[in-house]
């Protein structure tokens, strides 16, 4: 007995381990769901040089075995805008529905005369990702790389803070938002800024106030250079960002909505 009971409890261990890797977290969220559109226009100082828009397909699709949600943003500058820079991006992310995190994220970017397309297949059993990327004139290039626990994209970013509960925090409380992008991990510090009302193209709204602290860049005037505010109702959608870069400010502001999962915040004006 005393020689069976080491080799019984290794196993336990080791089956343990087995199991707990194919594991993944669960994160209640009653903000989104399939079928969602918001739209935004982009304004650079007083211009409107842009629109966006975030939309999430009506249906769900499988990778990795896991059901998802394809979140798609795409952006393009005016046709006035376009003899400056001509922007057609387009920014898409599946996102786990359970835990909230992106099963594949795709990129391609088309701004003036630069171009990338880029796929990343995250494995988040493992803590990997498959990084595929072709630039303009260049040859494909792959590579395997480290991710931390739970590591959001861009966009499943977003989403992701939409599924906290702001009711429950104080002013000055800190969300970390650990990630992957262009072949680094990153960890951004989210900080709660509280209440306000903002007005938007969509209307005033009342709005969850936010500031993620940006790393050292050459594109961000400092730290705290971006504020996003999220509806202070049920579906938490970004109805304002507001950015402060080296060559001047710009604003991405909501002007229409559609299928959302709740009654919005707005604010009837008189």
Not at 208 to 237: C, E, H, Q
Request: glycine share 6%; proline share 4%; with cysteine.
């Amino acid at each position: 007995m005393k020689k069976f009971f080491p080799g019984l409890l290794l196993l336990t261990l080791i089956l343990f381990g087995f199991a707990a890797k194919d594991r993944m977290r669960t994160i209640p969220n009653e903000s989104f769901s399939s079928g969602e559109l918001l739209k935004y226009k982009v304004h650079y100082g007083p211009i409107t040089a842009a629109e966006a828009v975030i939309d999430i397909a009506p249906t769900l699709h499988h990778v990795n075995d896991r059901p998802c949600y394809r979140a798609t943003v795409t952006g393009k500058t005016n046709s006035s805008f376009d003899l400056f820079i001509r922007i057609r991006d387009t920014w898409q992310s599946y996102i786990d529905t359970a835990a909230i995190v992106p099963q594949r994220s795709f990129r391609n970017i088309e701004e003036g005369n630069y171009r990338k397309r880029e796929t990343v297949d995250f494995n988040h059993y493992q803590n990997t990702a498959f990084v595929e990327k072709k630039k303009k004139h260049k040859a494909k290039e792959t590579g395997n790389y480290k991710i931390p626990d739970n590591a959001q994209d861009i966009v499943s970013g977003f989403y992701y803070l939409r599924t906290f509960d702001y009711d429950k925090m104080r002013v000055g409380d800190k969300i970390h938002v650990q990630g992957f992008f262009d072949e680094e991990a990153f960890d951004m510090q989210v900080t709660y800024k509280g209440r306000e009302v903002v007005s938007t193209k969509a209307g005033d709204i009342r709005a969850i106030k936010l500031v993620p602290r940006m790393p050292a860049n050459k594109l961000f005037d400092g730290k705290d250079a971006i504020t996003l505010y999220l509806s202070d109702d049920k579906n938490k959608i970004p109805v304002l960002i507001q950015a402060e870069m080296f060559v001047g400010t710009v604003s991405v502001n909501l002007y229409e909505y559609k299928n959302l999962k709740h009654k919005t915040a707005l604010i009837a004006r008189n």
